[in-house]
Nanobody, 123 residues
């Protein structure tokens, strides 16, 4: 069994900072990518990719967070972090992470999602 758990969400004032964590545990052979998505409140809002990091070190950020959010990983702990600075009210959302991983050598990677963590930025 594989579990993905996010933590670190909360309420912060505009301009403040938060650091989210995404930890994968269980039977993990290798991780090929980890990413953060978010879903803002309101009907019809789709999840949007915030940031992604691949096993090769490639990084992608949404334009809306470039220069403000930074992702990093602790491979020994199968954990990804996202430091969020200069937060804005429009960053308010539920933040989800996913992990693409294989549970056996040469096995195809599968995507596992966490349950989400709420980030609320007050103006």
């Amino acid at each position: 069994q594989v579990q993905v758990v996010e933590s670190g969400g909360g309420l912060v004032h505009s301009g403040g900072s938060l650091t989210l964590s995404c930890a994968a545990s269980g039977k993990i052979f290798s991780i090929s990518a980890m990413a953060w998505y978010r879903q803002a409140p309101g009907q019809g809002k789709q999840r949007e990719l915030v940031a992604l990091i691949s096993s090769g070190g490639g990084l992608n950020y949404a334009d809306s967070v470039k220069g403000r959010f930074t992702i990093s990983t602790d491979n020994a702990k199968n954990t990804m972090y996202m430091q969020m600075t200069r937060l804005k009210p429009e960053d308010t959302a539920v933040y989800y992470c996913y992990v693409d991983l294989s549970i056996i050598r040469d096995g195809p990677p599968r995507r596992y999602w966490g349950q989400g963590t709420q980030v609320t930025v007050s103006s």
